[in-house]
């Protein structure tokens, strides 16, 4: 008989079907054995009656151990009390593998005997919960922009130069003692691809080096980067704060039940709709003078400096929306930022940061549009030009202005989830003490 898959068996209430997984857990009466029975699409209780099987089946289920691989017929019948919510009668019991004893049980473990044991992790119901998000996030993602004239460009992952400073670049051999770099994003080379398009956005996995043990780092992430040619700062807002309120509604629409079971303040997010407020660094730094002042933050804040974990926290807490943050000093930021016009010592660069404390999510903003600046602050940055000849290029051929942004995959998925840490929002993290499993 064919497989069903246990999100489905509603539609097949009161038919046999075939359901092939895995014991998530089991209990007994003696009578009656309940098996859970999971197989990636849902869990569903199994319910064995001793008089009601022949014996070789109870026995089979006798000897059935947590995670053991099974392939259970039975008839699917609605909860009498619990409208939606299907139990499985079950006919007979196949056997496929005895799992030994498995390390992950009911009760609680520690945090890194978890994260050791990751490739066992993903089977829970919490994990499946937040990758079920960070699914839908991504579909989000890729709806969003493919519905709205972006083409999808992918960038390199070995690239030869630094897009976000140098502190945070992995290096690897190439071939004929060349050093490549991984990417750190693909921004430069959307920029080439949004010349080329208009409109274009590239998604994947990006890496730094990140020395800080924090809970908003990985030292591989997803990134997904739209880049807009003929768009200025306030157009990269508008295009962020439009993304990221598609992108809440989305997962309120399709993953209500992941998020109650995360027990995420589900009001929190219905908040979330454009536009978003928005707060240049000026107004920022007065509000971090005012948190200083009433003691609520420990040390006082720097005009020129750029903002740290608790600033973005104190800042967050005054917003029920993301806030976006924009014209930080250019020493602050990225060599790659046009300046104000009006005030040269200002980037037009945004940060979005998440409300509930959750830190930047996102961050952008316009090009440098000058060939002559562009160089000037290559060479300030102290970076080899020879590496950027073919971006300085996109200044020579058709210069125009341009902007966009970048949002990391899994700060997104941790705020929308309400978790503590980014570590559960990848499969696999990769962080600074860790790349196992
Ligand atoms: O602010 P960042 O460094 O911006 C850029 O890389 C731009 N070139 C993007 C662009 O304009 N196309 O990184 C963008 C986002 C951050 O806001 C954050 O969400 C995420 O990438 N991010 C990280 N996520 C997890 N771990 C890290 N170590 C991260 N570093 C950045
Ligand atoms: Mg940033």
């Not at 008989?1 to 999100?7: D, L, N, P």
């Not at 303040?265 to 707060?279: H, N, S, Y």
């Amino acid at each position: 008989m064919k497989q069903t898959y246990i999100a489905d068996v509603a539609r097949q209430a009161g038919q046999e079907i075939v359901i092939k997984g895995w014991l998530y857990n089991a209990r007994s009466s003696g009578k009656l054995m309940f098996l859970e029975i999971r197989d990636g699409s849902g869990i569903i209780q199994g319910v064995l009656s001793k008089k009601a099987v022949p014996e070789t089946v109870w026995e089979t289920a006798e000897k059935l151990t947590q995670e053991s691989s099974i392939i259970v017929t039975g008839i699917p019948r609605e909860h009498p009390k619990r409208p939606g919510v299907f139990e499985l009668d079950i006919a007979a019991i196949e056997l496929v593998a005895v799992a030994e004893p498995y390390p992950i049980t009911p009760k609680d473990h520690g945090i890194e005997f978890l994260m050791d044991h990751r490739h066992l992790w993903l089977r829970s119901r919490r994990q499946h919960a937040i990758l079920r998000v960070r699914h839908e996030i991504i579909r989000a993602v890729r709806d969003f922009f493919d519905s709205n004239g972006f083409i999808l460009c992918d960038t390199p992952i070995f690239t030869p130069a630094a897009c976000e400073g140098t502190t945070t670049l992995f290096e690897v051999d190439y071939f004929d003692d060349e050093k490549a770099y991984l990417t750190q994003s693909g921004q430069l080379y959307n920029e080439a691809t949004a010349a080329a398009f208009g409109r274009t956005y590239c998604f994947g996995p990006t890496f730094r080096a990140e020395k800080s043990k924090t809970r908003r780092h990985l030292t591989e992430f997803w990134m997904v980067e739209p880049e807009v040619a003929y768009a200025t700062l306030e157009d990269t807002m508008e295009l962020a704060e439009n993304f990221l309120s598609f992108i809440v509604q989305r997962v309120l629409e399709n993953r209500r039940e992941e998020l109650a079971f995360l027990e995420r303040d589900i009001t929190k997010l219905e908040a979330i709709k454009a536009p978003f407020p928005r707060l240049h660094y000026d107004d920022a730094v007065k509000m971090l003078h005012q948190g200083f002042a009433e003691g609520k933050l420990e040390h006082k804040f720097e005009w020129g400096g750029d903002l740290g974990a608790p600033d973005e926290t104190y800042i967050s807490e005054h917003f029920d929306c993301p806030v976006m943050v924009h014209r930080y000093p250019a020493q602050v930021k990225a060599f790659y930022m046009e300046p104000d016009a009006e005030r040269p010592e200002l980037a037009l660069g945004v940060d979005v940061l998440a409300p509930e404390g959750y830190g930047e999510i996102i961050g952008g903003g316009q090009r440098m549009m000058s060939l002559e600046k562009l160089r000037e602050r290559i060479a300030e940055h102290n970076l080899p030009e020879s590496a950027f000849d073919w971006y300085l290029d996109l200044r020579k051929y058709g210069t125009v202005p341009h902007a966009g942004f970048g949002m990391g995959i899994e700060r997104c998925v941790t705020w929308i989830c309400g978790i503590e840490h980014v570590r559960e929002t990848i499969p696999f993290p990769r962080m600074l003490y860790r790349i196992r499993p």
